[in-house]
């Protein structure tokens, strides 16, 4: 350990415990439900070790020093082994927080969205379709039921990246989601108009990264939730006739 690691003051396991403890008594106290409280607890922790590997991962390696080709190949290898552990530690957090494809599923089984899910996607779009357009007074009530549907499009996992995915996907899109929300969202000479009504809404950003991502899917669950057809149908048209 070098003199630099003994003058640092880690937080042990026991500190870890009493944190999230900590944690999970305040977030009862605000009337969050312990089993909510310990999986946004358990993604935090799981996310954080993930981007960990992801900046070590791409940070590129040297091993310290000038003694030779030899201590270098061994150094880069125990670097790589330890890295690799990080990667596993963060895949089993993960599993911990959201299951696996195991023998208790069926491979690339979907289940109905929770209310942990539901709430994390809710918090990832509403500044992403802030960015694009304002808060629109027409706004039709059936958010949960829409993003229900959107998550169902997806395994567990795949949910757990979800924000990223819709930040990259209005990253990647943002010229031809300016233009539909221009022509077609709040303040737009079509404001009333039935077709077009979820964008209106925040969840529209979700609906179109999965009719891009996964359309049929997207169907699939949105007619199964008996959601009014003629929305997905007009942001289908609207979004194809801007590409």
């Known amino acids: 350990m070098s003199t630099a690691d003994e003058g640092r003051q880690w937080p042990d396991e026991a500190s870890l415990d009493n944190a999230r403890a900590?944690?999970?008594?305040?977030?009862?106290?605000?009337?969050?439900?312990?089993?909510?409280?310990?999986?946004?607890i358990g993604l935090v922790e799981a996310g954080a070790l993930a981007l960990a590997h992801e900046e070590l991962s791409a940070a590129g390696r040297t091993a310290p020093g000038d003694k030779?080709?030899?201590?270098?190949?061994?150094?880069?290898?125990?670097?790589?082994?330890?890295?690799?552990?990080?990667?596993?530690?963060?895949?089993?957090?993960?599993?911990?927080?959201?299951?696996s494809d195991g023998p208790q599923r069926t491979p690339g089984e979907r289940p109905r969205a929770g209310r942990v899910e539901v709430e994390q996607t809710r918090v990832a779009l509403t500044p992403l379709y802030l960015s694009f357009t304002t808060v629109?007074?027409?706004?039709p009530e059936v958010t949960e039921e829409v993003l229900v549907a959107v998550l169902g499009t997806m395994t567990l996992r795949q949910r757990a990246g979800?924000?990223?995915?819709?930040?990259?996907?209005?990253?990647?899109?943002?010229?031809?989601?300016?233009?539909?929300?221009?022509?077609?969202?709040?303040?737009?000479?079509?404001?009333?108009?039935?077709?077009?009504?979820?964008?209106?809404?925040?969840?529209?950003?979700?609906?179109?990264?999965r009719?891009?991502?996964?359309?049929?899917e997207l169907r699939q669950e949105w007619d199964a939730a008996e959601l009014p057809p003629a929305w997905l149908d007009g942001l289908t048209a609207a979004w194809t006739a801007r590409g």
């Not at 605000?30 to 310990?38: E, H, I, L, Q």
């Not at 629109?136 to 706004?139: A, I, P, R």
């Not at 990253?171 to 009504?197: D, M, W």
């Open 22 to 40: 900590t944690l999970l008594q305040l977030l009862a106290r605000a009337g969050v439900p312990s089993g909510d409280a310990r999986e946004l």
């Open 162 to 209: 979800y924000a990223g995915r819709l930040t990259r996907f209005a990253a990647t899109h943002r010229a031809r989601l300016e233009g539909l929300f221009a022509e077609f969202g709040p303040g737009s000479a079509i404001a009333v108009h039935g077709r077009y009504s979820l964008l209106h809404s925040a969840t529209s950003i979700a609906v179109l990264e």
């Open 136 to 139: 629109s007074e027409l706004d």
């Open 68 to 99: 030779g080709e030899e201590y270098e190949t061994g150094w880069l290898d125990g670097a790589g082994n330890v890295l690799e552990g990080l990667g596993d530690v963060a895949e089993r957090t993960l599993l911990l927080v959201v299951g």
């Open 211 to 216: 009719l891009a991502a996964a359309p049929q």
